[in-house]
C-alpha cells in the first residue's frame, strides 16, 4: 500500500527545506561542477549541513563529502544523505 510505505519513510527520514542558502549555493554548485538542478540542491544541503553524501549517481563522481555506491544488481538511483561520523 503506497500510504503505508510513505508513512514508513517518513518515520525513518528527516526532510529538510529548501533555504535561499541551499538555493543560491545550489546556483554556483549547478554551474561550477556542470551539476543538474536537483543534484546541485541535493548536493548544497549536504555541504550546508556537513553531511556525507551517500549515492549511486555518478554526476556526484570526484566531489568532496560524497561516497559513490556500486550495486550490481539494479541501475535506479538511490541518493541519502546523513551526518558525518564524527558527530
Wanted: aromatic share 6%; hydrophobic share 45%.
Amino acid at each position: 500500500d503506497i500510504e503505508e510505505n510513505i508513512s514508513f519513510l517518513q518515520g525513518r527520514m528527516l526532510v529538510l527545506p529548501l533555504t535561499e542558502k541551499i538555493a543560491a549555493l545550489s546556483a554556483e554548485l549547478s554551474v561550477s561542477h556542470h551539476l543538474p538542478a536537483i543534484d546541485s540542491m541535493i548536493y548544497a544541503t549536504a555541504l550546508l549541513n556537513n553531511a556525507l553524501l551517500l549515492t549511486r549517481d555518478n554526476d556526484f563522481r570526484d566531489l568532496p563529502q560524497v561516497t559513490l555506491i556500486y550495486s550490481g544488481r539494479r541501475k535506479y538511483l538511490t541518493t541519502i544523505v546523513r551526518p558525518p561520523l564524527d558527530s
